[in-house]
């Protein structure tokens, strides 16, 4: 396993742009597909968006397409999740996670950040 840490959530206006980090320890990052989640209250965790280990394949869920973005630096052990044209249905608790291999189901990951609150106001 690998451990995550996230940054950058917070509070910003409908229409504004956010950049969350995911920050990896050790030295197997670019084994992993990573993925970023997201909950919402009384919701279930929802795949956003995921980045093979060499960062050529991603996928979006619906919902952020053409506004989120997920660049991964592996020299960083960092992958980003960057938001644009938020909307206050992006307010949720982000997770980061890794998988050892590409998917997009919670379940096939089995390490996961603490979480990071994004709250888009309108």
């Known amino acids: 396993q690998v451990q995550l840490v996230e940054s950058g959530g917070g509070l910003v206006q409908a229409g504004g742009s956010l950049r969350l980090s995911c920050a990896a320890s050790g030295r197997t990052f670019s084994s992993y597909t990573m993925g970023w989640f997201r909950q919402a209250p009384g919701k279930e965790r929802e795949c956003v968006s995921t980045?093979?280990?060499?960062?050529?394949?991603?996928y979006y869920a619906d919902s952020v397409k053409g506004r989120f973005t997920i660049p991964r630096d592996n020299a960083k052990n960092t992958v980003y999740l960057q938001m644009n044209s938020l909307k206050p249905e992006d307010t949720a608790v982000y997770y980061c996670?890794?998988?050892?291999?590409?998917?997009?189901?919670?379940?096939?990951?089995?390490?996961w950040g603490q979480g990071t609150q994004v709250t888009v106001s309108s």
């Open positions: 980045i093979r280990r060499s960062g050529g394949w991603t």
């Open positions: 996670a890794a998988a050892s291999i590409w998917s997009t189901s919670q379940y096939e990951y089995d390490s």
